[in-house]
T-cell receptor
Framework: TQLLEQSPQFLSIQEGENLTVYCNSS?????LQWYRQEPGEGPVLLVT?????EVKKLKRLTFQFGDARKDSSLHITAAQPGDTGLYLC???????????FGKGTLLTVNP | GAVVSQHPSRVICKSGTSVKIECRSL??????MFWYRQFPKKSLMLMAT?????????EQGVEKDKFLINHASLTLSTLTVTSAHPEDSSFYIC?????????????????FGEGSRLTVL
């Protein structure tokens, strides 16, 4: 069973601060995805990283995939209240297409 | 663009009844769909993999007789919670993996439904 450790689980910060969310595993994933979810809605894909060492930027969000494709991070610069939500990392197995989700990071950005 | 629709979005039922939740891929086909369960402020827990034309593959600890899955066509999977009890109350989410290229979806792309909130009284 592939496990993804996501941290921190809860994060409450002030507007303008920076933050980093981590996802770590002992398993290798063919790809790793980051999602954001609002209460009562399905998760929305933010980014997919596939290549070890890959870095992708989405406005103030920077996503990195570890060289060994076992870990990933999400960095948000100058967080805004609109960034508030549940952030989920999910790793895709190489043989079965199943997504293994981390426990999620509940982010609250206070104005 | 590719969309996955779940129905109903909310359902309230009495204990002991069965509830069916539909997951439809709109404008694309999906031979594989996934069903997840999510508790408040928690992550998604994979329940089962739904395979078109064959039996679903359940994750460890998920009762197959309790959560019946039928993937009768390339665009529809259903999850039936049988003899529902209050502890089955949860947010159920499906995702569909695109097969072929249509509706803006590329093979292998994964799309999530909006989720279905089940409350069992």
């Amino acid at each position: 069973t592939q496990l993804l450790e996501q941290s921190p689980q809860f994060l409450s910060i002030q507007e303008g601060e920076n933050l980093t969310v981590y996802c770590n595993s002992s398993s290798v994933f063919s790809s790793l995805q980051w999602y954001r979810q609002e209460p009562g809605e399905g998760p929305v894909l933010l980014v997919t990283v596939v290549t070890g060492g890959e870095v992708k930027k989405l406005k103030r969000l920077t996503f990195q995939f570890g060289d060994a494709r076992k870990d990933s991070s999400l960095h948000i610069t100058a967080a805004q209240p609109g960034d508030t939500g549940l952030y989920l990392c999910a790793g895709e197995g190489s043989s079965n297409y199943k997504l293994t989700f981390g426990k999620g990071t509940l982010l609250t950005v206070n104005p | 663009g590719a969309v996955v629709s779940q129905h109903p979005s909310r359902v309230i039922c009495k204990s002991g009844t069965s509830v069916k939740i539909e997951c439809r891929s709109l404008d694309f086909q999906a031979t594989t769909m996934f069903w997840y369960r999510q508790f408040p402020k928690k992550s998604l827990m994979l329940m089962a993999t739904s395979n078109e034309g064959s039996k679903a593959t359940y994750e460890q600890g998920v009762e197959k007789d309790k959560f019946l899955i039928n993937h009768a066509s390339l665009t529809l999977s259903t999850l039936t919670v049988t003899s529902a009890h209050p502890e089955d109350s949860s947010f159920y989410i499906c995702s569909a993996r695109a097969t072929g290229t249509s509706g803006g979806a590329i093979t292998g792309e994964l799309f999530f439904g909006e989720g279905s909130r089940l409350t069992v009284l």
